[in-house]
């Protein structure tokens, strides 16, 4: 089969509206010449687009029109990394999603443990972060929880009543593992937010073992967020004010 069949084959298979790369094409090393030769001419056939160097898309038609993907899906080839997650969105533009803010960020955070990325794709700037611990895709969602608790008093248009809820109902949905696991990662984040999470899990679930988030924090630390005992009845527990 030859090369540009090959590559046909397999982009019939990619959904419309997703990002690919090279290395999702199955090319070996040496088709690559004959790869970009027939990857142009499926780009100047609009069968797929460019999105940057080495990144392109499967365009999606209908009744109104070509749409492009969504930010989610434009920012996802530099997610992942061999195809494992190793970044994800935090920042104005997460806590937007979560319905913390109106907000819009002209530039995106992306957090990564070890690799600083820097996206421009068209409008779509994307600057670097340094996450607390190492991403994947089973436990990034936590650490989106913890950001927005780290930054709360950051997060631009903030209702601190909403804020609450809308955390809690995040905490509420995660199984006895998950809630265990959160604990764990939180050891590496500043005291604050380990007092605050503690707040939440105390509120959510007293039979939650919370010994080890109390035994991280300075009993003489106070925290000030502008939280009184009716916004989060258990704050006082953990020195939160």
């Not at 935090?90 to 979560?98: K, V």
């Not at 929880?145 to 909403?162: H, M």
């Amino acid at each position: 089969m030859k090369v540009a069949q090959k590559i046909e084959k397999q982009i019939s298979k990619i959904k419309e509206g997703t990002t690919f790369k090279y290395q999702q094409l199955s090319i070996e090393q040496s088709e690559y010449s004959a790869a970009t030769k027939a990857i142009e001419r499926f780009i100047e056939k609009g069968i797929i687009k460019r999105v940057s160097t080495g990144i392109f898309y499967k365009p999606k038609q209908t009744i109104f029109g070509e749409l492009k993907p969504n930010e989610e899906e434009l920012l996802k080839s530099y997610l992942y990394q061999n195809n494992k997650r190793i970044a994800y969105i935090t920042g104005t533009s997460l806590y937007n999603r979560m319905g913390l803010t109106t907000q819009v960020s002209k530039s995106i955070k992306i957090a990564s443990r070890d690799k600083r990325i820097t996206i421009s794709i068209g409008n779509i700037k994307g600057v670097p972060v340094k996450s607390y611990v190492d991403v994947t895709d089973e436990d990034f969602y936590l650490l989106e929880i913890l950001d927005a608790l780290k930054d709360l008093k950051k997060i631009p248009d903030l209702d601190i009543s909403s804020a609450i809820k809308i955390i809690s109902n995040r905490l509420k949905k995660l199984n006895t593992k998950e809630i265990k696991q959160i604990i764990k990662y939180v050891l590496f984040y500043p005291p604050r937010v380990r007092a605050f999470l503690g707040a939440f899990l105390e509120k959510i679930n007293t039979s939650i073992e919370l010994m080890q988030l109390k035994k991280s924090l300075n009993p003489l630390s106070e925290y000030n967020y502008g939280i009184n005992k009716k916004l989060l009845s258990t704050a006082p527990n953990w020195n939160i004010k």
